[in-house]
T-cell receptor
Framework: GESVGLHLPTLSVQEGDNSIINCAYS??????FIWYKQESGKGPQFIIDIRSNMDKRQGQRVTVLLNKTVKHLSLQIAATQPGDSAVYFC?????????????FGKGTTLSVSS | KAGVTQTPRYLIKTRGQQVTLSCSPI?????VSWYQQTPGQGLQFLFEYFSETQRNKGNFPGRFSGRQFSNSRSEMNVSTLELGDSALYLC????????????FGPGTRLTVT
């Protein structure tokens, strides 16, 4: 079936480093992608999104890159901080006539050591 | 503005019982979606409601059902609980049914024994 997946289940970085979290998707018809951050005991928190007509979008300390040719999505976090430690999910939004549904990847656990 | 709220936060049930979970969306949001999160399967879409109508449904058995009220609040029900239904059930709301930003609640942790 169609799914969105992440390349690595875990990523460990030092405080101040830049982090890159990758995601591969399989549905070429998807037109909207989102990155979520989930901290322990909480629901997913929206980080940044990108539409399929864009290649790059920047937020505060975060950048999302979309490569539609190879169906690849990445989240870059600049100057990673201990507070960035969490599970990160990419999700694709499949639209149909009925409505929408988010398809999530498995998640990457980011651990930041100081 | 208050975020998405879910009640109860924790629940323990026995196999064969049924359970009802509640979700109050952000004020002004008319779309509510439900997701199941487990360590093995990750986050999986259950269903989406908009203006009291189910707009989309994931690949779950008929034991899982939901509804939405005129004030956009939503409930989901699971009947004849199985051990595998133990999970974190998340509710997300958005302004419209055309996706865009979905804001998640803290979830309800259901344990089936």
């Amino acid at each position: 079936g169609e799914s969105v997946g992440l390349h690595l289940p875990t990523l460990s970085v030092q405080e101040g480093d830049n982090s890159i979290i990758n995601c591969a998707y399989s549905n070429s018809a998807s037109d909207y992608f989102i990155w979520y951050k989930q901290e322990s005991g909480k629901g997913p928190q929206f980080i940044i999104d990108i539409r399929s007509n864009m290649d790059k979008r920047q937020g505060q300390r975060v950048t999302v890159l979309l490569n539609k040719t190879v169906k690849h999505l990445s989240l870059q976090i600049a100057a990673t901080q201990p507070g960035d430690s969490a599970v990160y999910f990419c999700a694709e939004n499949t639209r149909n006539q009925a409505g929408t549904a988010l398809i999530f990847g498995k998640g990457t656990t980011l651990s930041v050591s100081s | 503005k208050a975020g998405v709220t879910q009640t109860p936060r924790y629940l323990i049930k026995t196999r064969g019982q049924q359970v009802t979970l509640s979700c109050s969306p952000i004020s002004g949001h008319r779309s509510v979606s439900w997701y199941q999160q487990t360590p093995g399967q990750g986050l999986q879409f259950l269903f989406e409601y908009f203006s009291e109508t189910q707009r989309n449904k994931g690949n779950f058995p008929g034991r899982f059902s939901g509804r939405q009220f005129s004030n956009s609040r939503s409930e989901m029900n699971v009947s004849t609980l199985e051990l595998g239904d133990s999970a974190l059930y998340l509710c997300a709301s958005s302004v419209s049914s055309q996706g865009v930003e979905q804001y998640f609640g803290p979830g309800t942790r259901l344990t089936v024994t």
